[in-house]
Every structure is written in structure tokens, then in C-alpha cells.
């Protein structure tokens, strides 16, 4: 890997740490391509916590090869905000294009990786009075992506933690995802709705969200900005 990608991946290594989904899609995509064994897969999938498979595979990846950080890139296609800012940070960085937010930040170019900005995370405050959902009954049936977990967990503002208590999370679980991250409110909601789909298993359906949401007064479309959006 190239000194300006590792410096990139240095740069972003928190916030990436605390914003990617890497075992459904992009570990797999890794492995396919050549850049990841299978020994370095069971590596990242053997960490506890989404977290600490994120670091891990940022551990692994500077050592990878020159096609490493082209591939990483080409796996974050379910998370092109991020991608998107990792690819103008490099071009700052090798001065060919203008300063821009970083992953955290609140510019107005993107979503907001914080979950706290007016542009992408800031929570859909429309309350729930019997609209019916514009998701298919075909697609409420199954378990959520990790794309449409992470698009959610920018969505939700303080009615999270009802939402997590709701979908059956103890509220011990619910404070230690709230102590984990606590700048960054976007990152516990998604621990938290991760560890509820590995719990849940194929119980842990996109309908079951959204009667935990509809619960806590949000409308269906904070769902289906996350699915259909």
C-alpha cells in the first residue's frame, strides 16, 4: 500500500472504526478479490464487537498490497459517503482538489457520520399516526444489511434508546453502547442495532424495526429512507 493511502486510513482510523459493517459485505468482497486469506478473514471475524472487526481489518490492510487500498474503496459501495470523503481526502492530500468536511463533520456535502448533523443524521421528527408503510410485506420479512442498518442508525435522533429497548435490548446494553460512544450518537445506535440482528437471528426482521419504531412514535419513513432511500 501506498504511504498516502495508509495516511489516509491513519487519518479516518476512529471514525471508520466506529461507521463500517464489514462482515456482510466488505470482508467477503476483500477476500474475493485476493487481498484478504482465509486465515486473515477468520482474523476479522473473530473479534467480538463490530468495532474491534473494524480495527482489525485496518491493522491488516497496510500490509496488503499495492491493489489493497483500490480494493478496500471498491468494497464500500453500500458506504459511498465514506468512500467518497476517503477519495477527497487523498486528492487534498496530493493538492488536486478543495478542502473538505471531514468523516465527522457537519457539512451540508454528505451525510453525517456523527449521526448529529442537519444533512443526513439529523432524526426524522414526523410522528407515527397509522401511515402505512410504502415497504413491501416481501422485504418487512427479511433481516436488515448492514447498508440499511448503518442508513438507520443516522436517522434516529433521541428516540433511540426506546427503539433499542423495544427490539428487546436490556438497558444495561443500551448504556454500554451510549458509554462506548459517547461523541457519537450515530455509532451507538448502530452497535446497538447490531447486536440486536445478531441476537435476533432471522427473527431480527426489517418488520420487527418497524414496529419498535412505530412504538416509539416515529413515522414509517424513517424506515423507508433507510431502505428505499
Excluded at 496488503?64 to 474503496?73: D, I, Q, Y
Excluded at 441476537?199 to 431502505?227: F, I, M, N, Q, W
Amino acid at each position: 500500500m501506498e504511504p498516502e493511502h495508509r495516511a489516509v486510513l491513519r487519518k479516518f482510523r476512529v471514525q471508520l472504526s466506529d461507521q463500517l459493517l464489514v462482515s456482510d459485505t466488505i470482508v467477503p468482497f476483500l477476500y474475493q478479490e485476493g487481498v484478504l486469506t482465509e486465515a486473515q478473514v477468520e482474523q476479522v471475524e473473530g473479534q467480538l464487537t463490530n468495532r474491534q472487526k473494524n480495527l482489525k481489518l485496518l491493522d491488516l490492510l497496510p500490509n496488503r498490497g499495492p491493489r489493497a487500498f483500490g480494493a478496500f474503496l471498491e468494497a464500500l459501495r453500500d458506504f459511498s459517503w465514506i468512500r467518497d470523503r476517503l477519495q477527497l481526502e487523498l486528492q487534498n492530500s496530493a493538492g488536486t482538489g478543495p478542502p473538505g468536511p471531514n468523516l465527522a463533520g457537519t457539512g451540508a456535502s454528505g451525510p453525517n457520520l456523527a449521526g448529529t448533523g442537519a444533512s443526513g443524521g439529523a432524526a426524522v421528527t414526523a410522528r407515527y399516526h397509522g401511515d402505512a408503510s410504502r415497504i413491501p410485506d416481501s422485504v418487512l420479512q427479511r433481516v436488515p444489511s448492514d447498508r440499511e442498518l448503518s442508513r438507520l442508525a443516522q436517522r434516529l435522533g433521541a428516540e433511540w434508546e426506546p427503539v433499542l429497548l423495544d427490539l428487546g435490548l436490556s438497558a444495561e446494553t443500551v448504556y454500554r453502547c451510549r458509554s462506548d460512544h459517547s461523541l457519537n450518537t450515530g455509532a451507538a445506535v448502530l452497535e446497538g442495532l447490531v447486536l440486536w440482528r445478531r441476537a435476533g437471528g432471522r427473527r431480527a426482521t426489517l418488520g420487527r424495526l418497524l414496529r419498535s419504531l412505530e412504538a416509539a412514535d416515529l413515522h414509517p419513513s424513517v424506515l423507508e429512507e433507510a431502505v428505499l432511500g
